[in-house]
């Protein structure tokens, strides 16, 4: 029997037909992101006064990384997701060489006593940004390809080997919180894949093993644990940043002491602009402002997992969940090291923090989101007009399939 062209007999499923966009994740993220800008002026004006000579530094930046942002979002919700596959190559060795290119004299930028910059004619990039999302566009196309060898141990060593070559270019600028994190998002990666939880723990391990060594060999890790397990034997030291959170967050209390009210961002409270500005909207927005900021984070997230759960195919869904995950993972580490829960470190949190590379590459995973999500309406439309026709062609007495919103029921053509 001659093969029926789709397109043509229903022109709504034409090749350049694609679903709606989620305009509920768009406002929520452009939500964050102008509520973000807000805080970074809030939490950086003084510091951006004092060290720059105008209190809307850090505002600049934060509305460049913004717009940028919004660009970037746009151009990938419109490309398909699947240019990202072809690329996959292509994107990771991008993000391997700009993580190899920080450590260049001239090119990398040393600020305290660490190499995570890369200086541009007008502007700065944080490789290891762009090197997470680098890791989920292949590890999402590896493991979707390979779906039957993730469950054996062999099947997963080129995850685990591009993981650890980025990892270790991350821990050498030196940079352990972005390297947890990448390590959390590889262990997340192959779970969802459908790696066995023995091949898991076989990881697991060597990298609790490895975060001890690393913390003992060098005194400020080791300082930094101890100050987290009591930061007021060290209060004007190491455990300076954690208390001037407490006292931030202590302040706010249930409704906050208002906005732009903050006392802590007058040079109290180290990086209140980025990693510890969680704090300062927990001063000035109380426990209920945490509260709201916490639940849009779970809104993108749920949002990125039901994208993922309808995606058109294995890659659409693990990039999907991949993107959920390294969010998931940034704001849980940012909120813990904010309230104590776990040794302090540097991480922005995300859509939010001052820092324009990050907000870009944040903004830039929404808009693949996005095109996961429109071409998922696509394939399901085709994917029910082949079932009609075959259908179709099956009953002789004319009876097919007719979809309803919740059930499909037969129906007489």
């Keep these: 029997m001659k093969k029926k062209n789709l397109s043509a007999t229903n022109p709504m499923l034409s090749d350049n037909t694609v679903g709606k966009s989620d305009i509920s994740l768009i406002v929520v993220v452009f939500l964050l992101v102008a509520f973000g800008v807000l805080m970074v002026y809030s939490a950086g004006s003084y510091t951006g006064e004092r060290l720059y000579g105008t209190k809307f530094y850090y505002v600049y930046k934060q509305l460049t990384g913004a717009a940028l942002g919004a660009a970037a979002m746009f151009l990938f919700s419109r490309i398909d997701y699947h240019v990202l596959h072809k690329l996959r190559y292509v994107i990771l060795a991008i993000s391997v060489i700009l993580l190899a290119i920080v450590f260049l004299p001239g090119v990398g930028i040393t600020n305290y006593g660490a190499r995570r910059w890369i200086s541009l004619p007008f502007f700065t990039i944080q490789a290891s940004e762009i090197s997470k999302f680098g890791f989920i566009v292949f590890a999402a196309a590896y493991i979707g390809a390979h779906e039957g060898k993730i469950t054996t141990f062999k099947g ?10 980025i990892c270790l270019l991350i821990i050498l600028e030196p940079n352990m919180s972005v390297t947890i994190c990448m390590a959390l998002l590889m262990i997340v990666m192959l779970f969802l894949g459908g790696a066995k939880i023995k091949h898991l723990l076989m990881i697991i391990v060597p990298l609790i093993v490895a975060a001890v060594v690393l913390i003992l060999i060098e005194p400020y890790r080791f300082a930094r644990l101890m100050a987290f397990l009591d930061p007021w034997e060290s209060p004007l030291e190491e455990g300076y940043q954690l208390i001037q959170s407490y006292y931030g967050l202590g302040a706010g209390g249930l409704f906050g002491v208002g906005l732009f009210n903050s006392r802590q961002k007058y040079l109290f409270l180290p990086f209140a602009e980025s990693d510890f500005i969680f704090s300062v909207i927990g001063e000035e927005f109380g426990l209920f402002g945490c509260m709201i900021v916490m639940v849009g984070y779970l809104f993108i997230i749920r949002r ?8 058109s195919d294995r890659f659409g869904s693990l990039l999907a969940s991949g993107i959920a995950a390294i969010i998931a993972i940034q704001v849980m ?12 470190t540097g991480l922005p949190l995300p859509f939010i923090s001052s820092g324009s590379s990050g907000l870009i590459v944040f903004m830039s995973g929404i808009g693949v989101l996005n095109s996961v999500k429109r071409r998922s309406h696509k394939s399901s439309e085709l994917m029910f007009e082949k079932c009609r026709i075959k259908n179709k062609d099956k009953n002789p007495h004319g009876v097919t399939l007719v979809r309803n919103d919740k059930k499909t029921h037969k129906q007489p053509t």
Excluded at 333 to 344: C, E, F, K, L, Y
């Design 304 to 311: 990125a997992l039901k994208i993922s759960m309808g995606a």
């Design 156 to 165: 997963i060593l080129p995850v685990i080997a591009v993981g650890g070559i």
């Design 333 to 344: 580490v940012n909120i813990a090291v904010v309230t104590g829960s776990i040794p302090p």
